[in-house]
């Protein structure tokens, strides 16, 4: 469990993102403003920080900066602004990962556990769980109701992502750019053809679709199913 800072200055969602990983065990530190935040993140020392871009004494991005130049401090970003080129911008100013406004809590949960994987915070990674799903990234296995899956070593890194994105959707163009490091190139039949072997293999189908949901003309996801 990590210690976490959260600088949001919309009650609401402050109080839930607290709660929700309070919940988890995380030891959560909130705050409303950005100098708050500063001075919280330099007292705690966090290993990691949900930061609202949007804040009422100084813009995220700007604070974004000030942290950068205390703390290599892992950071996701919530955002209300959707758009790539902004997207880029709040990565390349320094953020780990971001969040889109509005975010479920199963989106926060996926952002935490990745950004704090990727720094080391837990150690050896714990599998992530999705339904009857087992997602274990360090020994590069999966298994469905525990029966193993034999998947391919792209099948599975397709597979790894959407568990670390579980319930977001992800556009073909992302899976290119992330899962077959073909960020300008590559077809999304590519991402069609492996999204319905693994589909196969998670005994679903595309009409009939448990944990991969595609969502015509945006993207795909992977989802708790229902019942
Ligand atoms: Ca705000």
Do not use: C, N
Not at 85 to 114: M, N
Not at 123 to 137: A, H, Y
Not at 176 to 203: F, M, N
């Amino acid at each position: 469990m990590a210690s976490i800072v959260i600088i949001e200055d919309e009650q609401r969602i402050r109080e839930l993102v607290a709660r929700f990983l309070a919940d988890r065990g995380h030891d959560v530190e909130s705050t409303a403003t950005a100098m708050e935040g500063l001075q919280a993140v330099v007292r705690v020392s966090p290993e990691l920080v949900i930061l609202d871009m949007g804040l009422p004494d100084l813009d995220g991005s700007e604070l974004l900066k000030m942290i950068r130049a205390v703390s290599e401090v892992p950071i996701i970003v919530a955002t209300a602004r959707s758009e790539d080129r902004d997207v880029i911008r709040t990565l390349d100013s320094g953020a780990d990962d971001y969040l889109v406004k509005p975010f479920s809590v199963d989106q926060l949960e996926a952002r935490v556990r990745a950004v704090l994987r990727r720094a080391g915070a837990e150690g050896r990674p714990g599998p992530l769980k999705v339904g009857d799903l087992v997602v274990d990234v360090a020994a590069r296995e999966a298994r469905l109701g525990g029966e193993p899956l034999d998947l391919s070593p792209k099948e599975f890194d397709l597979l790894r992502f959407l568990a670390e994105r579980t319930g977001e959707v992800v556009s073909k163009r992302e899976l290119l750019a992330e899962v077959w490091r073909q960020p300008y190139g590559g077809s999304e039949k590519t991402v069609d053809v492996h999204i319905s072997w693994l589909r196969k293999k998670l005994g679903e189908s595309a009409a009939e679709s448990r944990y991969l949901q595609t969502v015509f003309g945006v993207g795909v996801k992977l989802v708790q199913p229902e019942g």
